[in-house]
């Protein structure tokens, strides 16, 4: 690259509304039907926006980028993450759902900090945005105290990415089934102080406990209250043994389901709920490798399709899996196609073509995403006049050519090594592979000094050997079989 673009690149990675940056002869995946898919064409990014997609754009007065060698699509949507579990990273790597209730709620979510909300925040938004996802779902439900909202909020907002602060409850708040009470004083002075606008690149949701894990009139006493605010809901519904109490058929009885609702995991729901659901306008938001490793119960596309509804992805827990949406894509159609193609062996039929495709996997991964994160007018498709939340992956590398597939080749070939270069709305905040001004290694012993802190608070070793008792209390069992501590 010349010396003046390399300048003007550099210039590029700012914030200048006025910006242009067009990235030339690209594979175009636009998640847009009304914009197609491109073998050859230009991505025109002007300031924050999407001015063109097509090809052989012409001249422009930009910074170019040659998209040779690359595949340009929307940035990843993840519907569902716990940031705050960051610290806790792959702690949970062998446990089950009721593991994580007995290590996570009943010892470490106590001990975190107003600080370690931040860094965590931080550090996980910065994750997300290294392997493509622009758009994440921050289901935040350690919030201790308004200093721990705050600063979750602050590390969310310094990371760069585009972000839904679903404020969840206090650590204490959920043990089910809990009788105590959400701090709506606190969410409306948050809603107040933070968000008195909808328009920012950081917004905000209610993360509600729903019928599982609190009463039921707690229930609708949170869902009415986050309404009266104006906020969208998510809400975890059948997963695991918590899930079999028919929470959506509860949720219906007491008039609670509406539009603007995410229903989150949703495996051990029945089919009246999946349609009540879709009758209703509710989202939904899967995480097939959490709750298959997690006994929350198989992952529910099956049911989600059969009755309209085209779900959206997430990756739950970074205390038990990775961070990335190609693994989460590829684990939810493996098993998925897997559930179907058994059941199809039983009766001696074959299936074709095949019932969901890559290209149904991208459709979750982007536009569905922003669908269930109330974004979709900003974000989830390469649309001229949305804003310039992309992705451009180096198809150049061994696990990426030749391109036969270009949907196939993001689906099932990609990895977060293949990402040069992440935009949101319109800033570059990962070029040629790296992320632009962040300081990895003061990053990282910034963590390392606050979780080492935590776990001396907590008395538990950092070597891989901690194995918590399950925790069942509001679950329909009473016994663990075998449970070590």
């Known amino acids: 690259m010349k010396a003046a673009a390399r300048e003007g690149e550099r210039r590029r990675t700012g914030n200048d509304p006025m910006q242009r940056t067009v990235i030339r002869n690209a594979i175009v995946l636009s998640m847009d039907p009304a914009v197609g898919e491109h073998l050859d064409a230009d991505v025109l990014i002007e300031g924050e926006k999407i001015a063109a997609v097509r090809p052989n754009l012409g001249p422009a007065d930009a910074l170019e980028i040659d998209g040779r060698d690359s595949i340009v699509l929307p940035?990843?949507?993840?519907?569902?993450?716990?940031?705050?579990?960051?610290?806790?990273?792959?702690?949970?790597?062998?446990?089950?759902l009721a593991q994580y209730f007995?290590?996570?709620?009943?010892?470490?979510?106590?001990?975190?900090?107003?600080?370690?909300?931040?860094?965590?925040?931080?550090?996980?938004?910065?994750?997300?945005?290294?392997?493509?996802?622009?758009?994440?779902?921050?289901?935040?439900?350690?919030?201790?105290?308004?200093?721990?909202?705050?600063?979750?909020?602050?590390?969310?907002?310094?990371?760069?990415?585009?972000?839904?602060?679903?404020?969840?409850?206090?650590?204490?708040?959920?043990?089910?089934?809990?009788?105590?009470?959400?701090?709506?004083?606190?969410?409306?002075?948050?809603?107040?102080?933070?968000?008195?606008?909808?328009?920012?690149?950081?917004?905000?949701?209610?993360?509600?406990?729903?019928?599982?894990?609190?009463?039921?009139?707690?229930?609708?006493?949170?869902?009415?209250?986050?309404?009266a605010l104006d906020l969208p809901i998510t809400v975890h519904v059948g997963d695991g043994l918590w899930g079999l109490n028919k929470p959506v058929e509860q949720l219906h009885a007491r008039g609670l389901m509406g539009p603007r609702t995410t229903y989150v995991h949703c495996c051990t729901l029945n089919d009246r709920e999946f349609q009540l659901m879709a009758d209703t306008g509710g989202t939904t938001s899967l995480s097939a490798e959490v709750e298959l490793n997690m006994g929350q119960g198989n992952p529910a596309l099956w049911g989600c399709l059969k009755h309209g509804l085209r779900p959206s992805v997430s990756i739950d827990v970074c205390t038990s899996v990775g961070g990335d949406m190609f693994t989460q894509m590829r684990m939810l159609m493996s098993v998925s196609r897997g559930f179907a193609n058994a059941e199809a062996l039983r009766e001696r039929r074959l299936i074709h073509p095949v019932q969901v495709t890559v290209r149904d996997m991208l459709d979750f991964a982007t536009l569905q995403g922003a669908k269930a994160a109330n974004l979709d007018h900003r974000t989830g498709s390469l649309t001229p006049g949305k804003d310039a939340d992309l992705i451009v992956l180096n198809t150049a590398s061994l696990n990426m050519f030749p391109v036969n597939n270009p949907a196939g080749a993001v689906v099932e070939g990609a990895h977060i090594g293949n990402i040069d270069s992440v935009f949101v709305k319109g800033r570059a905040v990962k070029r040629h592979g790296k992320l632009v001004d962040i300081d990895i290694t003061a990053l990282r012993r910034r963590m390392e000094s606050n979780v080492s802190a935590l776990f001396a608070r907590a008395g538990v070793a950092r070597d891989g050997n901690w194995s918590p008792a399950p925790y069942v209390g509001g679950s329909e069992t009473r016994s663990v079989a075998g449970a070590s501590h």
């Not at 940035?75 to 089950?96: E, I, P």
């Not at 948050?190 to 009463?215: C, E, I, K, N, Y």
């Open 75 to 96: 940035g990843f949507v993840d519907t569902h993450r716990h940031v705050w579990g960051c610290l806790l990273r792959n702690v949970s790597a062998d446990w089950s």
């Open 102 to 227: 007995g290590g996570v709620r009943g010892l470490m979510g106590e001990l975190y900090t107003p600080d370690d909300m931040y860094i965590a925040d931080y550090c996980g938004a910065l994750e997300a945005l290294d392997a493509g996802i622009t758009t994440l779902v921050d289901w935040s439900h350690n919030i201790n105290s308004p200093a721990h909202a705050d600063m979750a909020i602050k590390g969310l907002r310094d990371s760069g990415i585009r972000a839904v602060f679903a404020y969840g409850n206090a650590n204490k708040e959920w043990f089910a089934v809990s009788d105590l009470p959400t701090n709506f004083a606190d969410i409306a002075r948050v809603r107040r102080q933070h968000f008195s606008s909808d328009d920012g690149l950081v917004t905000m949701a209610f993360a509600a406990r729903g019928p599982q894990f609190t009463t039921l009139e707690h229930t609708e006493s949170e869902f009415r209250q986050a309404r």
